[in-house]
């Protein structure tokens, strides 16, 4: 009898996820997390002071809070 293809497909996953993925180390995770961090950190610095412009071009179009 033939095994369902579901379960076939569940077990090359399993044997692929086991024996062919390569892992990062503890110390590639944290670089790469520490570069995730500061790139985000950059990225919502640079989207603020964008804001920071906009908000200055829209008091000055339309005079608000003046």
């Known amino acids: 009898m033939k095994k369902s293809k579901i379960l076939t497909d569940i077990q090359e996953s399993y044997n692929e996820l ?4 390569s892992w990062p180390t503890k110390k590639e995770l944290a670089n790469s997390t520490v570069i995730v961090m500061v790139a985000s ?6 989207i603020w002071l964008i804001d920071l412009g906009i908000n200055e071009v829209m008091h000055l179009i339309y005079g ?3």
Request: aromatic share 0%; proline share 0%; glycine share 8%.
């Open 18 to 21: 086991v024996n062919k993925v």
């Open 64 to 66: 608000i809070g003046a």
């Open 41 to 46: 950190i950059i990225l919502a610095i640079v």
